[in-house]
């Protein structure tokens, strides 16, 4: 995956309440640590002090924390005017060594509030406290119950669609003895392959569901959701291949949201470059598989991946490393000791490396179950299924 460095992003959670405005340098210098505060998670949008804040940011605003640059007028006439044209949104100024001029100017434009940065999680939690009759009257649209798993990989190539397409198909069959659905959705729009490996090929595609904008209902989403033999549905990944940063934060959340009011699980095979919307999907995830090999250049990448999340919010115990193709030979050149040290978390996680078996599965479009019985691959992935189950609180 690439360095992730664009203009402006933002990453959405979910039921996000609070929206965070602020320039690189001061999402630079904040002191995030986890992306709820005082009960509500946040958005975190990066923008610059002259930069408009997009309309779909405010229309889901309660609380916007807005960065002020004293030596910026745009940067104050940008407050001032979100304030006056969202009444209903509280808008709470955040300036860097705010001056008695400055202070006086806030006042008379009507902001109460204002919050010193860098940002401090104390003084956020502080005003937010302040705020919860007001923050909580937003919340109480109705909230899906469904879970995201997401996986992402250190590099292409280490078997991430190979291991989510199995392991959704057999945790699918698990839901379903519990009288639940699993739906997996395959957003690697350039090199998406799942439903190629289980067998199917869908007439719609997820390009669909990204065309059908407002007319997005669960009825378009049930029509593009193949069903695979094992109950699994699969939204497929376009049959053309599809620029990644044209598709909207907004628009594909929305999908998700819709898709885990329908199903209580919902996979996401994630593009291996990082771009706004799957940043904001990893972020809204309940559970992140980061897929690794025993490689020096895998590892490495592995623990860039998770220094960047972690810089940007998520929440570092959503995050489990995978191990893929691990040999079962006494002297391995790099084990799995080896590397959590690299990475720098524990490991519980690995899949024994069958090429054969593997292989014959995703070409042939059918579960590893079905070639062999009993396998350590199949062993390893009831394991992955235990792990969904115990993060997820169910069983
Ligand atoms: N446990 C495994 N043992 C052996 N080969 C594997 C294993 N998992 C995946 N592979 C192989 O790795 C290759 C790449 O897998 P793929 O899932 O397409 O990678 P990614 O989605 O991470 O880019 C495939 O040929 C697949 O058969
Ligand atoms: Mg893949």
Known sequence: ???????????????????????????LTAEFGPSVVAGWSLDTSKIEPDDEVPEEIVKRARVIVIEVRP??????????????????????????????PTMQALLRAGIKDVIALPLVRNDLETVLERMREEIERGLAQATPTGKVVSIIKSVGGVGATALLTQAAALYAQREADRGFKVCLFDLDLQGGNAATHLGISPNLTVSELLDAGKRLDPAVLASVAAEHESGLRVVAAPADLMPTDTVGVDQICDIIHLATAEYRTVFLDLPSDWTNWSLSLVAQSDVVFLIVELSIASLRQAQRQLALLVKLGVAADKIQVVVNRVEKKLFQQINLKDASETIGRQIGLSVTNDFSLMNTALNRGVMIGDIKSKSAVSRDLNKLLDAIDMLLERG
């Open 71 to 100: 030596d910026r007028p745009a940067s104050l006439a940008r407050l001032v005017r979100l304030h006056v044209e969202n009444p209903s949104v509280a808008v709470i100024a955040a300036v860097r060594n705010p001056t008695v």
């Open 1 to 27: 995956m690439s360095e992730f460095e664009p203009n402006s992003w933002t990453i959405r959670r979910p039921g996000a309440a609070v929206e965070l405005v602020l320039s690189q340098e001061e999402v």
